[in-house]
């Protein structure tokens, strides 16, 4: 093969990954438009959130213990960031099911673009619009009381394991709104996400829940998170002595990246086989 003949293939390859590259930040803008002009939609998901700081911090926080110690409402911030990125993928699956039902999805398909950039575009703008979501609940964390103490670099790498989850669950998100018919289906993965946001160490310690409960909750991969987040800001944590709990840093980064290796490939093959 001649030298020619490998010069036309890497700068093939590199118009490629320029062309795709530029497909995916089309659709990120048309998402970060959308969020613009209809922020009802941020209000509605940080909605949820927000209401239960208010009532597990002010109604229900006098009544919580914390074992060995500390502030309720300290314990409890970390556990509203993790659920709060948790239950975001029922939001991605939505809005994929709403370009999906409306033909928007098929139309990008009959376009002549990258065939990744439908769906890595729709991950990159969720985990900006998730990035805003902590923004936005971090701020209301502070008006209440909540002061993270770990330091600016043990502070970001907190936020950082957070988006991390999310950029995780995004791709579940995609591959459940390739799957379900439509909007009403959509609308029951709620039942999905409660349980995996609530059934772990968000409230309280998995130690006070009844034993089968807590090794579920404790083997969740939200609480692995909102438990290592609660180390890096230097908040109060009730870690019980099981392997999972004691080794949640670690299994921080270990459940996202398994979760996104197995759900990436696949909502990357159903939306190739959409309309087959």
Not at 28 to 34: C, N, P
Not at 54 to 77: I, N, Q, T, W
Not at 113 to 130: F, K
Not at 211 to 238: C, D, H, K, Q, Y
Request: aromatic share 12%; net charge neutral.
């Amino acid at each position: 093969m001649s030298a020619l003949d490998l010069d036309a293939r890497g700068e093939l390859g590199s118009d490629r990954m320029r062309w795709a590259m530029a497909d995916c930040w089309t659709i990120v803008r048309r998402g970060l438009t959308h969020l613009i002009r209809q922020p009802s939609n941020i209000a509605w998901q940080l909605g949820f959130p927000i209401v239960s700081v208010l009532l597990f911090g002010y109604v229900f926080g006098s009544a919580m213990s914390v074992p060995g110690g500390g502030d309720y409402r300290e314990f409890l911030m970390p556990g509203m960031f993790g659920m709060a990125m948790a239950f975001g993928f029922m939001n991605t699956a939505y809005l994929v099911v709403l370009d999906t039902s409306k033909g928007i999805t098929d139309w990008f398909r009959s376009m002549p673009m990258a065939e990744s950039a439908v769906v890595t575009g729709r991950g990159v703008g969720d985990l900006i619009g998730a990035a805003l979501d902590l923004l936005v609940l971090a701020l209301t964390a502070l008006v209440v009381g909540w002061r993270s103490d770990g330091g600016l670099l043990a502070t970001a790498a907190a936020f950082g394991l957070l988006l991390l989850l999310r950029f995780a669950l995004i791709w579940v998100g995609v591959f459940l709104g390739l799957m379900v018919p439509n909007e009403e289906a959509a609308g029951n993965l709620f039942a999905l996400a409660f349980p995996f946001a609530m059934i772990s160490s968000a409230f309280v310690a998995p130690s006070l829940m009844p034993g089968w409960l807590g090794t579920i909750a404790a083997w969740n991969p939200v609480s692995s998170t909102v438990t290592a987040t609660r180390e890096l800001f230097g908040n109060p944590v009730a870690t019980g002595g099981s392997w999972i709990e004691q080794h949640a840093l670690e299994m921080a980064v270990v459940w996202p990246l398994l979760i996104a290796a197995v759900f990436l490939p696949l909502a990357v093959r159903r939306y190739q086989r959409l309309s087959r």
